[in-house]
Structures are given as C-alpha cells and as structure tokens.
C-alpha cells in the first residue's frame, strides 16, 4: 500500500507539472497576433472604446506568484469571481475605478501621475460571430509593454508604445459576452526603444483607440497606391491578402482618373500592377486627394490618397520636380489645453492649424510615430510630415533585440502609412552620439527603409556640430552617406552662447540638401522681462530674432523646423515655478497662447514663401 501510495504521489506531482507546463504552453500556443490590417478606420468594426475598468499592480502580483514565477492560472487576467463567499480573490475588477480608454493613466487618475509600472485594464463586449468573417482586435498603440487576454486566454504581447498591432480572437470569442484583460507596463529599462532616458513625459497606458473589426475569412491585409519613384505620370501599387491564395481577383478602382484595374493574386496571395496616369499632383498649396476603391468580392475598402514625388537634386529638396524649403515646426505628441497624449482628430487638427498659421508646409512629428489621425489630418491640410522612430539619445547599440525592436517600429510605421503622401521624411534616429555600433545600427535602419520604401527620403537628427576655429562649424557624422537628406540640432543661444549667433559660419560638406530639426530656447509664457533674462519670452524672442538671420548665411539650407510648436510635459524640467515639469521652448503654450518668438518665425516664413 505504502508503495502505492509513493507511486500515486510522484505520478501526481509530474502529471501536475505537466499540466501547468501544458497550460503554459496552450497559453503562449493561442497568440495569434497576424500582420498588421492597414486602413482600419474604413472596415467595419465595434469600438471598444470607452469606460474600461483597471487595477494598479506595482508589484505585479497579478502576473507573478510570491517566487516570481508567471501565474499559468489565477493571473488577474482570468478576471475570476469567487465561487462561493469563502473563496479568496484579491481582486476584483467590476468594483475597479474606471478610466476613459484611450488615454493614459498619468493625467487620468491624478495619484498615477508619475507612476511608471503595471496596471491592468479590462473591458467586457457582447459579440455574435457571423458566418465566414473573422473578428480581429485591433489597439492603435499601448505604452510600452503590453500583454493582452481575451476571455482568459492570452492571445498575445506588443513591445513598444507608439505602433499599432491587432490579433485574430474569431476562435476565443464567444456568442453573447466576453471580456479582454490588458496587462500595461510603462517602465523604463536600459534596452528599450526608447531607453531609459528621455526628454518626454512615459505616458502609460491604452492610448489610442481599441477596435474589434470584422473581415472576411480571407481579406485584404495590405495594400499600396503610389506614385512610382520619380514618375509623376505612373502609379504602381499591389494588394496582398492575409493568406497565400492564387487567383484571388481584386480590384483597384480610382474613378476620377478613370482608372481601373481589375487583378488576380499569384501564389503569394499578391497582386501587382503599375499604371500610366496624370493626376493632379499633391502639394500645400493644393491638397488634392484622390477617392480610391480597393475590393474583392466579398469586401470594399475606401481610401483618399494623393499623388506626389519626392526627391533630392544637389542640396535641394524638390516636390513634383521644384525646389522646396520646408517651413516647418517640430510637433510632440501632446494633448492641447488638456495636457496628456493627444490622439484624436480633434487633437491633430487643433495642434496643426497652429503649424499652419505659423506659416509651415512641413511638420516634424517627432520622437515617435504619431497616431494615424496626426499624418491623415496634416494630409488634408498640405503639410509634409517628417515620421522619426523613438531611437533617441543613447540606445543599446550592441543589443540585438533593441536592433529588433526599433526594426519592428521601423515596419509598423511604414506599414500603417506607406498611402500617405504627406509623409516625406523617415527619420531613424535623434541626437545619437557617434561611434562603431552605433553607425551599423543606424546605417541598417536607413538601408530597411530604403528597401521597403524606395519612394520617399531618409534623414535622422544629428548632434554632429563641432567648433573647427573660432565660430566656424562644421557638420560631420558617418552616417551622412546613408541619409538623403542631413539633418542636426542645434541650440545657438540656448545650450552655447546666448550671443554667437550673429556670428556663428556653419560649413556642410556633403552635397546633399541640410534641414535644421531642431532650434530654440524657453520661454514661460506671459513672464516679461530683458532679452538677456533666460526664460522671458523677450530672450527667447531675441534668440529666434539671431538664429533666423544666422540661417540666411547657411549654404544649401533647405529647411527648419523649431523645437518646439507647444510646450510640452517632461520629468527632466524641474525648475519651480518656471518649467514645473514642462519644457518651456513652445512657441506655444499648453494652453494654446503664442509667446512673441512665434511671430518672428511666422515672419521669417511668409518670407522664405515669397522668396520661392
């Protein structure tokens, strides 16, 4: 008996192990996250936007046990109940506080205002499953790492806070309600991208929209509609669809231009075609857009595109085959008037109707992609837009997964706006400090996009500048040879002299065109004061007044965009009373009031356009 006994009990302890391990395995086995579905806005979908409720979770006690060792069952994400008043549940997620998703938590819930951590979100849906559509869940972007459950299953996880991803739940989804669990972690590690020091609020949070959109069984993943490299008179393009089927037919239809093509996929599930056409051709002055139809039988996407090259000639940038000087400003990701992550249409046309008013064809839409909304919203406005990934300041050049990470960025971005023509610029990288790895790093992130966007410019921000003799400077960065155009930062006034400027002489060596990302100093707005005072926004206007007429004497200059539209909440600017964590160099305020520096660069640009 005794014999039994022991055999019961070690038999029982390796089937448990088993079992664990094979719901472990089952748990990672369900990710089905699937290729990102491009144009989401125009499928059908059920917003999951909305009240959401949430936990703070420091500790992670919802993810890890006592040993730190992952829950494969009693995780928060099972969102269990007690199955009699006896039972111990530590939480409870119907009598969580909410939170309007999308936002973050950092302006939602004021004690979470410098919180970097977990918290768990969970929203319950009704769905019905319709013959022959899939439901995908879509989030438009969740900072930084996130975890995703449906029903309790987990489906999947997403690394990076400015990117869209979405996963196939049609076989988890059940008929009447569900429920989705998102574990949200916004710390910051060594390895990231970006790393662990930044110049801008670690917004945490679901923070743009979260849609469960249907499509067919076999749909349209992807699609590309463009004006071919340096051809104003040929539009290519191709469709692929989510699965490699031959002989699929599909339809791209652009019935201004009279054009149709009626196409049938190879065995990759692809169709391509290239097409002479003369369209009006997209610029600022005019912002023609195109209604395009892509199809099949069985599905219907709309879409507005324009049509428009982009190209350099010496040190000039040309838009349909004329030379451009981008009036531009740089942009951060930050909500007007109520502070926190923008992400609306409201938002975007809120912050760029101030980029218009200060005279700018061009926006920098800086450190990270922006939402979907931010570049469509500047598309129908005629402004160029400069798209950066947030490789910034010191990453882990030698880490190969942080070469993946900001590579994934790189595709995601690329991938969700390859059919907008405002987008001009693919930026890399800012102000990355020279060296080995740093260069195969970057010099592989513009060589990718080189590769899948052969059409549109490769820059990134240097912090290249070096003082050879007195106030000559001179512009040097080996990655000069992979970039289209040569971009740097630079703070004359600000972090050098606060008078050089008149006498600065800034030498670029490269044959191609130079745009100067970044200038500036701060200003709190509404403090008056003497132009030698820091912070007044008579300094700052002075400042600008020395840089402007500084950039006159810059040979092949081809662009500007200050740093920065409006000031913006970082946990760098310390100084009481004055930043109380903002960045003051806004032209800008938070609360949408311009300082005097946003008239001088106003002024210098209704200049720049009449010279043109």
Known sequence: MKKIIFLWVVLSFFLGNYLNASADVQAEAVGLQVPLVTNIFARPSITLCGQWNYIVDPLENGYYDYRRKPWTTNGFFEN???????????????????????????????KLFFYEGTVWFKKSFNYQHKSGKKAVLYFGAVNYDAKVWVNGRKVGEHVGGFTPFNFDVTEILKDGDNFVVVKVDNKREQDNVPTLNFDWWNYGGITREVLLVEVPDTYIE???????????????????????????????????????????????????FAVKAKPELWSPENPKLYKVTVSKADETLYDEIGFRTIETRGREILLNGKSVFLRGVSIHEEAPFRQGRAWSEADAHTLLSWAKELGCNYVRLAHYPHNEHMVREAEKMGIMVWSEIPVYWTISWENADTYK???????????????????????????????????????????????????????????????????????????????????????????????????????????????????????????????????????QEDLYKANVDMFERIEGLAGTSPWILMDFRSPRRQLFGVQDFFNRKGLVSEKGIKKLAFYVMKDWYEKKKNNK
């Open 80 to 110: 269990k109940k007690p199955a009699n008043p006896s039972e111990l549940v530590e939480y409870d997620f119907d009598t969580s506080p909410t939170m309007n998703i999308p936002t973050d938590w950092n302006t939602a819930d004021e």
């Open 222 to 272: 992807d699609y590309y509609v463009q004006l071919a490299k340096g051809e104003a008179g040929l539009i290519e393009g191709w469709v692929k669809l989510n699965e490699a089927k031959a002989g699929v037919e599909v339809i791209v239809d652009i019935p201004e231009l009279k054009l149709k093509q009626t196409l049938k996929t190879n065995a990759d599930g692809k169709a391509q």
């Open 405 to 539: 990470n900001a590579e994934a960025q790189l595709r995601d971005e690329i991938t969700r706006d390859r059919n907008r023509c405002a987008i001009i610029i693919w930026s890399v990288a800012n102000e990355t400090p020279h060296g080995e790895a740093r260069d195969k790093f970057l010099s592989s992130l513009a060589k990718y996009c080189h590769v899948n966007d052969p059409v549109r410019l490769v820059s990134m921000a240097m912090e290249v500048t070096s003082t050879t003799s007195g106030n000559l400077n001179r512009l040097q960065d080996n990655m000069h040879q992979y970039v289209d155009v040569v971009a740097f930062n630079e703070y004359v006034g600000w972090y050098r002299d606060t008078k050089a400027a008149r006498n600065m002489v800034w030498e670029i060596p490269y044959e191609k065109p130079a745009i100067i990302s970044e200038f500036g100093g701060g200003a709190l707005q509404g403090w008056h004061g003497s132009a030698d005072q820091r912070f007044t926004e008579e300094f």
